[in-house]
């Protein structure tokens, strides 16, 4: 087991995090010697992370470049996360912006902080580099009051979108309750938009991580 100590290297880092791993997979009960260590090793990471990657202004290009320097990763070692070494090459140059398939690749494999990475998510095809605003609802948005009826309106609606937000999960291809007609997914992702903005404006309680059950979802539904 990892010794609880401050991290003052790349190496204490990354071991730091695989004992977090290894606990998380575990699942330890509340009020355990194992949740406590949890709680004490995240708050380590953390506080190194913080000092690693400043939030103020953050950068991903320099978050990459970091943990590249940390794991002596060269740039073709970035191609499984980012595409291609010509998309490499782009990114580190700042000559390409990273799709939101990219933030998610770098932050579950490499560790680099998602606050380094990305402002805020981007409820978009993650395919896409840039999506087709012109294909969102606009009259229908701007009628419910969601934004001014213009494509400027639609992009300041992402922009509210808070950081680590994965909302793809939500989305169905078909709807099979009252009809069999093809979903329109630039309404479904700007309804869902809408609802992620509202729900960060609200105060819920914590959440409970075994509260949701298959009971609970059946519930819901």
């Known amino acids: 087991m990892f010794n609880l100590t401050a991290i003052k290297s790349g190496d204490d880092h990354a071991n730091v995090l695989a004992e977090i791993e290894k606990l998380i997979d575990a699942d330890p009960a509340p009020n355990t010697p194992e949740a406590d260590r949890l709680e004490l090793l995240s708050l380590v990471a953390n506080a190194y992370e913080a000092k690693a990657f400043p939030t103020d202004i953050p950068d991903a290009v320099e978050a990459i470049k970091f943990r590249m320097e940390q794991q002596d990763l060269a740039p073709r070692d970035l191609v499984p996360y980012i595409g291609s070494r010509s998309k490499v090459s782009e990114v580190l140059s700042r000559k390409r912006p990273l799709t939101l398939s990219m933030v998610r690749s770098l932050h579950e494999r490499l560790h680099i902080p998602a606050k380094a990475l990305i402002h805020q998510a981007e409820l978009l095809d993650p395919e896409s580099e840039q999506p087709d605003w012109t294909r969102f609802p606009l009259r229908h948005m701007s009628s419910r009051g969601w934004i001014e009826e213009s494509i400027k309106g639609v992009q300041t609606l992402f922009a509210q979108i808070p950081v680590g937000i994965k909302a793809d999960l939500l989305c169905r291809q ?26 960060g404006a609200s105060n819920p309680p914590p959440f409970k991580k075994k509260s949701v059950t298959p009971e609970f979802i059946t519930k819901v539904a």
């Open 174 to 199: 078909s709807l099979h309750i009252r009809s069999a007609r093809k979903m329109d997914p630039y309404a479904l992702k700007a309804w869902t938009a809408w609802i992620i903005i509202k729900a």
